[in-house]
T-cell receptor, first 114, second 116 residues
């Protein structure tokens, strides 16, 4: 079965430090990949998505992710963390077809220390 | 457009009661999805509609669960004879078909269900 693994349920960084959130997927076919962010008491918001056009994808709020097929990974990075980045981040995959329903990882909660 | 809305935001019920949640998608979106999110987990797909047709149901959707989208606009999710294991956040999302799997799903704020 297809699955998504997010390494680390909780990541803590200092303000200004690099943010790296890890995501690996299992698939025998190329998936479509997404990162969503969830702030407390709010819905999920799309940060970025992999469209197969370019392996390095830039998203909102300074985040980017790189698709590495050989590693089946789609890690999320941001060069310099801001206090407002504190939230829960979800990696998700879709395997195309007509439905497009998403398969989510368990999420990584990002804390940013001043 | 104000995005996807869900009502109620919170629901507390006693075991064995029936509950119904409503989702209003973004108006021009013809696809509507329901997900369930339990504590410490990512959202899990339950079912989705294209217009009024329910095209797929997850095995997570037991026979106590029923979803409708009668006019292809808003949708309702009903849980009959609730169990404590049904306690979760129920998320609704909508998207525009024709964009395939890359059509962005816009999520509502969710309905948090607590079954006592």
């Amino acid at each position: 079965a297809q699955s998504v693994t997010q390494l680390g349920s909780h990541v803590s960084v200092s303000e200004g430090a690099l943010v790296l959130l890890r995501c690996n997927y299992s698939s025998s076919v190329p998936p479509y990949l997404f990162w969503y962010v969830q702030y407390p008491n709010q819905g999920l918001q799309l940060l970025l998505k992999y469209t197969s056009a370019a392996t390095l994808v830039k998203g909102i709020n300074g985040f980017e992710a790189e698709f590495k097929k050989s590693e089946t990974s789609f890690h999320l990075t941001k060069p310099s963390a801001h206090m407002s980045d504190a939230a829960e981040y979800f990696c998700a995959v879709s395997y195309g077809g007509s439905q497009g329903n998403l398969i989510f990882g368990k999420g990584t909660k990002l804390s940013v220390k001043p | 457009d104000t995005g996807v809305s869900q009502d109620p935001r919170h629901k507390i019920t006693k075991r064995g009661q029936n509950v119904t949640f409503r989702c209003d998608p973004i108006s021009e979106h013809n696809r509507l999805y329901w997900y369930r999110q339990t504590l410490g987990q990512g959202p899990e797909f339950l079912t989705y509609f294209q217009n009024e047709a329910q095209l797929e149901k997850s095995r997570l959707l037991s026979d106590r669960f029923s979803a409708e989208r009668p006019k292809g606009s808003f949708s309702t999710l009903e849980i009959q004879r609730t169990e404590q294991g049904d306690s979760a956040m129920y998320l609704c999302a909508s998207s525009q078909a024709g964009q395939g799997a890359l059509g962005e799903q816009f999520f509502g704020p969710g309905t948090r269900l607590t079954v006592l």
